[in-house]
Every structure is written in C-alpha cells, then in structure tokens.
Nanobody, 115 residues
Framework: QVQLVESGGGLKQPGGSLRLSCAAS????????MNWYRQATGKERELIAT???????TYADSVKGRFTISRVNAQNTVYLQMNALKPEDTAVYYC?????????WGKGILVTVSS
C-alpha cells in the first residue's frame, strides 16, 4: 500500500503564489509517475501536472507557464509551485502516484484564490 498526504493549501489573493506538497510513503519501489489533479465545485477532476518517472513533466494548458511540478526522489515528495494564481484556480487539489498499473490517491487539499 502507498499513502499520500497533501499539505500547503489555503487562501491566497489573485496573483499570489502557493506551494503544495505531497509526501508519499509505504510500498514505493522502482519507477513511478506522480500527478497533480484538481477538482473545482461542480466540475470534473482535471489532470494539471505530471512528473513522469523519466523526469519529464507535462502540464494542462490551464496552468502551463504558471505551475511547476517537481519531485525530491530521496524523500518521495512531489511539489506543485503555483504562481500568478487566479480565482479559477480555486479547487481541491489531489496528488496521485502511479506504480505497477495501480493509482494511489491523497485525500486532497483545498486551495482558494480570492480577494
């Protein structure tokens, strides 16, 4: 089993920055991919950033150029640096880990962007 715990959410004004963390623990081995998703109220969950096992990263158009995903391998921790925040970034953010064909999920953390 793999456990994921997100932290770092909260309330920010538009234009501000926030960094989310996702700490993974448990049966982590070999190569794996980590993702950040978000789900706004009344909308479907959206994949916004991926850190592939080989080190490459991909982003949704909605966050490209503003958000950065990074990973500290030794700590099994993935970060999401969010800059130039907009009200439409308000959502519950989830991290996930894909390993051996299985997806593991954190419980999510709320980010609110409002003045």
């Amino acid at each position: 089993q793999v456990q994921l715990v997100e932290s770092g959410g909260g309330l920010k004004q538009p234009g501000g920055s926030l960094r989310l963390s996702c700490a993974a623990s448990g049966s982590i081995f070999g190569t794996y991919t980590m993702n950040w998703y978000r789900q706004a109220t009344g909308k479907e969950r959206e994949l916004i950033a991926t850190r592939h096992s080989g080190g490459t990263t991909t982003y949704a158009d909605s966050v490209k150029g503003r958000f950065t995903i990074s990973r500290v391998n030794a700590q099994n921790t993935v970060y999401l640096q969010m800059n130039a925040l907009k009200p439409e970034d308000t959502a519950v953010y989830y991290c996930s880990l894909q390993q051996g064909g299985v997806d593991y999920w954190g419980k999510g953390i709320l980010v609110t962007v409002s003045s």
